[in-house]
Nanobody
Framework: QVQLVESGGGLVQAGDSLKLSCTAS????????MAWFRQAPGKEREFVAA????????QYADSVKGRFTISRDNFKNTMYLQMGSLKPDDTAIYFC?????????????????????WGRGTQVSVSS
């Protein structure tokens, strides 16, 4: 069993930057694909970005391309999401996920059904 804990959320203004972190405990996640999803009030959960275990392959939602960067530090068992040029539409709870079924996979999936474990989320609020 793995525990995923997100941090770094907060209230910022449009145009600001914010960096989210996700730290895993309970087992190492260094050989597994990880991703970020988000859910805004009244909306369905949506894919944000994914990164394979090596960091060599990433995938982004069109809405965040060029503004967000996903990365990971396997020595620290931690994944990051650097968010820039934030917009009010980015307001949501951001969830960290990992796919523990796909060891050594180099396919960054965008479907939430590919991921086995989820964190509890961190709130990001962007004011206009």
């Amino acid at each position: 069993q793995v525990q995923l804990v997100e941090s770094g959320g907060g209230l910022v203004q449009a145009g600001d930057s914010l960096k989210l972190s996700c730290t895993a405990s309970g087992r190492t996640i260094t050989r597994y694909t990880m991703a970020w999803f988000r859910q805004a009030p009244g909306k369905e959960r949506e894919f944000v970005a994914a990164i394979t275990w090596s960091g060599a392959n990433t995938q982004y939602a069109d809405s965040v391309k060029g503004r967000f960067t996903i990365s990971r530090d396997n020595f620290k068992n931690t994944m990051y999401l650097q968010m820039g040029s934030l917009k009010p539409d980015d307001t949501a709870i951001y969830f960290c996920v990992v796919n523990l079924r796909g060891r050594d996979s180099e396919t960054p999936h965008s479907s939430e059904y590919e991921y086995t474990d989820w964190g509890r989320g961190t709130q990001v609020s962007v004011s206009s």
